[in-house]
């Protein structure tokens, strides 16, 4: 059982948790940064519990762009980054994108802009 005032991960690069003091409180997801991005953006969401995560990010007419995370992952503060590439890894067109998070019953989307 993790105390609260201790770290809960270790910080890593890519999709891998960050220093965490604490358990989150709620989940949630912030907005991706920077924004607009080229090369690539860090979107950072946070998990209260345990809990199976769909982070997937859309084009403007809600196709499925790349899914980048569709895991169960622990309590905590996770970051992930899109390198602006799809499923089979191309590269997709500058414009207006979307990420959005499923967790248990939250759900929440944000507004990325890709600039090429």
């Known amino acids: 059982?993790?105390?609260l005032?201790?770290?809960t991960f270790i910080d890593v690069p890519?999709?891998?948790p960050t220093i965490n003091d604490v358990i989150p409180r709620s989940y949630s997801l912030a907005q991706n940064s920077p924004n607009p991005f080229?090369?690539?953006t860090t979107i950072v969401y946070d998990l209260s519990k345990a809990v199976h995560v769909h982070l997937v990010i859309y084009d403007l007419l809600?196709?499925?762009i790349k899914a980048l995370v569709d895991e169960h992952k622990p309590a905590g503060r996770f970051r992930a980054t899109w390198n602006g590439r799809d499923e089979r890894g191309l590269s997709v067109a500058g414009g207006?994108?979307?990420c959005r998070m499923q967790a248990r019953e939250y759900?929440?989307?944000v507004k990325m802009v890709l600039v090429r």
């Open 5 to 7: 005032g201790e770290p």
């Open 1 to 3: 059982m993790v105390k």
């Open 14 to 16: 890519g999709d891998q």
């Open 38 to 40: 080229n090369p690539s």
């Open 107 to 109: 759900e929440k989307v």
């Open 96 to 98: 207006l994108y979307f």
């Open 62 to 64: 809600g196709r499925h």
